[in-house]
């Protein structure tokens, strides 16, 4: 198989490549040119340095990689709004680019080049269930990457779409959060976690259950009531 995955220089994105790469080759893709050699040391893995939100970077680093089986879009930002009453538009603009704009630039580069019967991997976050506290941008830039999946499983009959919800997940992105991250897993476990879902081609991937599963019971509630509870954990 070819595999390409974006994000790859660390966290769930690196872990992936790795685990991936010891049966396969994998196109690993990320803009930190250290963590790329790195991972180019590994036979199986080719390192590609583009910008994901650049598709002119986009277009030319892949330009002579066609008949993937296996596309991973991992890349992806994380900010929080702080003050909600003094909203931060260039803080907004920065995570809905990095996080949903960024992926349009992809599937323009990318789609193309995956082979009928493949499979494309867009991972969102499990943020999409409930709206949380200072994920207004987080949090929209994620629920329109959920929608854009969901939407071209639906438009790409020759391909099998999976949409990834992780929960809290220990990597670098998230260790610069300045709360409590419940149920959080490895990055390991994580990846580990991913590829059995996409071996089985599941349509959605959202992990640790024990997590997930609380927050889609939690979605059900009358949206009222989960407002209430939501502003008494912001208290």
């Known amino acids: 198989m070819k595999i390409l995955i974006t994000g790859a220089t660390s966290g769930i994105g690196e872990r992936l490549a790795l685990l991936y790469a010891k049966e396969h080759q994998v196109y690993a893709c990320g803009r930190n040119a250290e963590a790329l050699q790195g991972l180019g040391e590994h036979e199986s893995i080719i390192p590609l340095r583009f910008d994901v939100t650049d598709l002119a970077q986009i277009t030319a680093a892949t330009a002579e990689i066609d008949d993937l089986d296996l596309v991973v879009l991992n890349a992806g930002v994380c900010e ?4 909600a009453r003094h ?12 996080n949903l704009l960024s992926l349009g630039y992809c599937l ?4 193309p080049k995956i082979k009928s019967g493949g ?3 867009i991972v969102s976050s499990s943020v999409t269930y409930l709206p949380i506290t200072r994920s207004e941008a987080y949090g929209a830039a994620k629920a329109g990457v959920t929608y854009l999946a969901r939407t071209l499983a639906v438009d790409l009959p020759d391909i099998d779409v999976s949409v990834v919800h992780p929960g809290f ?9 300045d709360f409590a991250m419940p149920m959080a897993i490895s990055s390991e476990d994580a990846a580990k976690r991913i590829v059995r879902g996409l071996h089985k081609r599941q349509a959605e ?5 024990r997590f997930t599963l609380i927050l889609k019971a939690l979605r059900v509630l009358p949206q009222s009531l989960w407002l209430r509870i939501a502003k008494g954990m912001v208290r």
């Open 80 to 83: 929080y709004i702080d003050d």
């Open 87 to 98: 909203f931060d538009s260039a803080l907004f603009e920065r995570v809905i680019r990095g």
């Open 108 to 111: 323009e580069a990318l789609l």
């Open 119 to 121: 499979q494309l991997a």
């Open 169 to 177: 997940v220990h990597t670098p992105l998230t260790a610069k959060n």
């Open 205 to 209: 991937i959202h992990f640790p259950k």
